[in-house]
């Protein structure tokens, strides 16, 4: 029998949970769980907020549109937080929520966009991201949402990070050794990873990050990757390496 049940109902609530508090939902919500999904009162639902674990809540109605949902009971307590940082440059639009969706999925802790010499997208819609987080926490039985940064430029990042943080630096002119002897001393938790723009990194901030202590340069292969798909790629071997899955 599989561990979780990914047909049962489940929203993200932006409000603390314990047991028998009402909650009025929200308009977008109450549309969603009656409309959408046509469930109602007593239908049992899945709510998370992202600090107090997993809750199964029951459904009732306020008014003629409105809903309410009340916490009956923890079924799984808030993880601890065991991913990456995970760094990027923006992308446009639908490639960029695919890759907060999977960076999500991947267990990324918190998603710093920086701005790097060829980044093509200097603006960022924070608030479409954390949409594009919950939307993935909802649809996968995650419960730790990450923590999403302004943008900033590259070097400010750096400089934001301890000396001790270990950075998995995606370099398509890396070497092309094992990854996974590369990363078999970091833990997930402790390191940050970055993946560049379409065109790469320039020579000087390639320069300003070997010469960074703890930075492991890390290849993802023979082939170009677009930014998206190294996403994927570097967060899986992040955490094959040296995170959860092992």
């Known amino acids: ?29 109450a549309h969603y769980l009656r409309q959408v999904m046509r469930l109602g009162d007593g239908a049992e639902v899945l709510v998370f907020n992202g600090r107090d674990g997993e809750w199964i809540a029951r459904l009732a109605a306020a008014g003629k549109r409105g809903a309410t949902m009340v916490p ?37 802790a918190r998603l710093s966009p920086v701005v790097t010499q060829f980044t093509q997208v200097n603006r960022m819609n924070l608030d479409r991201m954390r949409a594009n987080a919950i939307e993935a926490a909802e649809q996968c039985g995650i419960l730790a949402l990450p923590a999403i940064d302004e943008l ?5 990042w750096l400089a934001s990070l301890p000396a001790s943080t270990p950075i998995v630096f995606c370099d398509e002119d890396a070497p092309e050794t094992s990854p996974l002897d590369a990363l078999k001393n970091v833990r997930a938790s402790d390191a940050a990873v970055l993946i560049g723009p379409e065109g790469g990194f320039s020579p000087e901030e ?3 990050l070997i010469a960074r202590d703890n930075v492991i340069r890390l290849s993802l292969g023979p082939r170009i990757l677009r ?17 959860g899955w092992r």
């Open 72 to 108: 009956r009971e923890q079924i799984r307590p808030q993880p601890e937080t065991f991913g990456p940082r995970y760094a990027f440059a923006p992308l446009k639009h639908a490639r960029l929520d695919y890759m907060v969706q999977k960076a999500v999925e991947m267990g990324a």
């Open 1 to 29: 029998m599989a561990k979780y049940d990914f047909r049962a109902p489940r929203v993200y609530l932006d409000v603390p949970l314990a047991a028998a508090q009402e909650i009025v939902l929200g308009s977008e919500q």
């Open 227 to 243: 930014a998206d798909t190294a996403a994927v790629a570097a967060l899986a071997l992040v955490q094959a390496a040296c995170g």
């Open 206 to 208: 390639r320069r300003l």
């Open 152 to 156: 900033q430029p590259l070097q400010a």
